[in-house]
């Protein structure tokens, strides 16, 4: 059975340049750190403002980016250089992120965001506070925060081959911080990514009213004082399939790896779909848990999953 487990590769492959690019130098040596259409910008706002309410693409250089920047209109691309190697780290707008957005749409690729935190413990990568965003390859490491949205009910938020790691808190008497926490979004779409090492709050945490959560590996054998694995505390439709769960050992609650409406009844959650999800619990730690925790009332459809000792498939609350 854990041979089973452990198939896939706990990391999606196409992540794994992000972990092994060779460490970058500073971004100021030698030209601009960011360009829009071959012009050179010192800083991210000024690029961004260049761009205004037009559509554009900021391409941003290899290096450690002290820097942040708030789309207030347009659509923009942020895109590195070199994926995986273009480093923002630990600076943020309006005390929220490294990019704050709330223009007509974004994308973000092949980006990492590290070391974001602020006063209300909720410093993050992407503060998004509007409209659809996409984003591919990119790393989200050791902040209070990966992703945190506000509600936009027309949009989606799509995240494709991207890494969170050492994210999350529950501490300092503040609410807590999730890896992903998202609003009433439209949907979510959430394909080929790695959850790990969570270090407080829920790895995944939507109020999405349609999520599409799939091919992902959830592995919290490193994480400490965490909750859920998924978390869906207004309910939602959609579905959750062919994902990897292993729950760690320091949870600060253990009792499920996905809720289903624990917070409210906001969303309908009738026919949303759980299938062909492989999920284990720590080898000899001898407590159990339940696969799908619901609150909902609704009937949910959950398929054949590969669920290891000590797994409850389904417990209504």
């Known amino acids: ?95 929220k992120a490294a990019l704050v957005l709330r223009g007509a749409g974004a994308r973000v690729d092949g980006l990492v965001f590290q070391n974001m935190r602020v006063p209300d413990g909720n ?69 080929r990514t790695r959850f790990e090492k969570g270090s407080g709050g829920h790895y995944l945490k939507t109020r999405a009213i349609a999520v599409d959560i799939n091919d992902n590996s959830f592995d919290d054998t490193q994480g400490t004082g965490t909750n859920y694995m998924i978390d869906l505390p207004s309910g939602s439709v959609g579905r959750i399939a062919n994902n990897m769960f292993v729950q760690g050992k320091d949870k600060e609650n253990y009792s499920a790896l996905i809720a289903v409406a624990a917070e409210e009844r906001k969303n309908p959650s009738r026919g949303l779909s759980i299938v062909g999800n492989r999920a284990s619990l720590p080898a000899g730690i001898g407590r159990k848990s339940v696969f799908v925790a619901d609150w909902s009332g609704e009937a949910l459809a959950i398929g054949a999953n590969e669920l290891g000792a000590g797994l409850t498939r389904f417990e209504k609350r």
């Open 123 to 191: 410093g993050a990568g992407i503060r998004l506070e509007t409209s659809d965003l996409a984003i591919v390859n990119a790393m989200f490491r050791n902040s209070e925060q990966g992703i945190l949205t506000a509600d936009d009910p027309e949009a989606t938020l799509t995240i494709d081959r991207s890494t969170f790691s050492r994210l999350g808190r529950c501490d300092r008497g503040l609410s807590c911080a999730h890896s992903v926490y998202t609003g009433i979004y439209g949907k979510v779409v959430v394909t």
């Open 1 to 95: 059975m854990l041979k089973s487990f452990f198939r896939r590769p706990l990391l999606p492959l196409l992540a794994l340049p992000l972990l092994l690019a060779p460490a970058p130098l500073p971004a100021q040596t030698g030209g601009a750190p960011y360009s829009v259409d071959g012009r050179g910008f010192n800083r991210l706002q000024d690029a961004v403002d260049a761009i205004g309410d037009g559509e554009g693409t900021i391409r941003i250089a290899s290096g450690y980016h002290r820097d942040c920047a708030v789309q207030t209109a347009g659509r923009i691309a942020f895109v590195a250089a070199e994926p995986g190697r273009a480093i923002f780290d630990g600076v943020t707008c309006e005390g």
